[in-house]
């Protein structure tokens, strides 16, 4: 069993910046893909970014690319999301989740164990 836990969210104005961080527990974590997705009440759950097991490639949606870099702290267990230069349309609640395999994949449905959430408001 692995829990994972995220913190880092927050307010911020457009153009600012937040660190998201997700600790993981479980002897498993560095072995699997971990990924990002967000949230908006009402609109389904999407991709954002994901990391393969060693932390060597990555991966983003076309929305955060160039905006958004996904690291991975294996001896740790935790991985990080740095967002720059932020947008009021970032605003959702931020998972992170632990993949079924090494390689990345952005479907949801390939991510077993997923966290609380941590609320992320961009303001105008």
């Known amino acids: 069993q692995v829990q994972l836990g995220e913190s880092g969210g927050g307010l911020v104005q457009a153009g600012g910046s937040l660190r998201l961080s997700c600790a993981a527990s479980?002897?498993?974590?560095?072995?699997?893909?971990m990924g990002w997705f967000r949230q908006v009440p009402g609109k389904e759950r999407e991709f954002v970014a994901a990391?393969?097991?060693?932390?060597?490639?990555?991966g983003y949606a076309d929305s955060v690319k160039g905006r958004f870099t996904m690291s991975r702290d294996n001896a740790k267990n935790t991985v990080s999301l740095q967002m720059n230069n932020l947008k009021p349309e970032d605003t959702a609640v931020y998972y992170c989740?632990?993949?079924?395999?090494?390689?990345?994949?952005?479907?949801?449905?390939?991510?077993?164990?997923w966290g609380q959430g941590t609320q992320v408001t961009v303001s105008s």
């Open positions: 989740a632990l993949g079924r395999q090494a390689t990345i994949v952005i479907s949801q449905s390939q991510y077993r164990y």
């Open positions: 479980g002897r498993t974590f560095s072995s699997y893909a």
């Open positions: 990391i393969d097991w060693r932390g060597s490639s990555t």
